[in-house]
């Protein structure tokens, strides 16, 4: 259709496919009430990265929209990125066992992210609304290989049915990777001895850093982080932009 032949050539420009005539981005709760005028159908997404377009080095680049339906990039293997800036999502975009060099997530709303065991160059999720619902976790990374960088500077994350963040075994990072971005994370769940954040076994190489992050569990601890191990710096401290304390409040139990 038209849509995704306008997309395919974004794509390959490097330009990005914008739904909005907006010069800054609009504030979240704007974007929580997209509708049908600016709706993109998912399955438009993945038919042209499993199509293997050859795109710019810039990816492809959504701006504005409501991705309408399940973006099912779950196995995929794709050499271009994929960047979404402003949108909102229905569903929350599966990516297990996906392969892109990198996937960006900066302030949109969305109900989750599920990239378990995904391999991903650049993982950033950044000033971004998410509320979930679910028993697997909000952002699902259990698994995941995030070669470079993991950035959720300035995320809300809730999850009333179980974690927040779930990262068991998750592995970051390379000789010359930064690690995890986590400053200004606000996190709240509901996921008893899970943790609102859970890194049990993960692997950073560089810094893990909570700079002025807020995590809270109603029902256990807020942070779980058992046989973890960062080869830099790990920092719960104020936010040098903010000046927010780091503060993690969990239940007893």
């Given at each position: 259709g038209g849509i995704t032949d306008e997309l395919m050539k974004c794509a390959k420009k490097g330009k990005p496919l914008n739904y909005s005539r907006a010069r800054t981005v609009p504030g979240l709760d704007e974007i929580a009430a997209f509708g049908g005028h600016r709706a993109l159908d998912a399955s438009d997404l993945r038919d042209?990265?499993?199509?293997?377009?050859?795109?710019?080095?810039?990816?492809?680049?959504?701006?504005?929209?409501?991705?309408r339906g399940l973006l099912d990039l779950d196995g995929i293997r794709s050499t271009i990125g994929l960047r979404f800036t402003g949108c909102r999502f229905d569903q929350s975009p599966g990516l297990r066992d996906a392969v892109l060099p990198w996937l960006h997530f900066d302030g949109c709303v969305l109900p989750g992210i599920a990239a378990s065991r995904a391999q991903i160059g650049t993982l950033r999720v950044t000033g971004c609304r998410i509320e979930g619902n679910s028993r697997d976790g909000a952002v699902q990374l259990g698994g995941a290989h995030i070669r470079h960088e993991l950035d959720m500077r300035d995320t809300s994350i809730t999850n009333d049915g179980g974690t927040a963040l779930a990262g068991a075994a998750l592995n970051v990072g390379d000789a010359a990777g930064t690690g995890v971005l986590l400053d200004g994370l606000s996190a709240a769940s509901r996921a008893g001895r899970s943790g609102t954040v859970h890194l049990?076994?993960?692997?950073?190489?560089?810094?893990?850093?909570?700079?002025?992050?807020?995590?809270?569990?109603?029902?256990?601890?807020?942070?779980?982080?058992?046989?973890?191990?960062?080869?830099?710096?790990?920092?719960?401290?104020?936010?040098?932009?903010?000046?927010?304390?780091?503060?993690?409040?969990?239940?007893?139990?």
């Open positions: 042209i990265l499993a199509g293997g377009v050859h795109g710019d080095p810039r990816g492809v680049q959504i701006r504005g929209a409501y991705i049990a076994g993960a692997r950073i190489s560089g810094s893990l850093v909570l700079r002025g992050a807020w995590l809270t569990n109603a029902t256990g601890p807020a942070l779980v982080g058992d046989g973890i191990r960062v080869s830099g710096d790990t920092r719960l401290a104020r936010s040098p932009a903010s000046g927010t304390e780091f503060q993690a409040t969990g239940a007893a139990g």
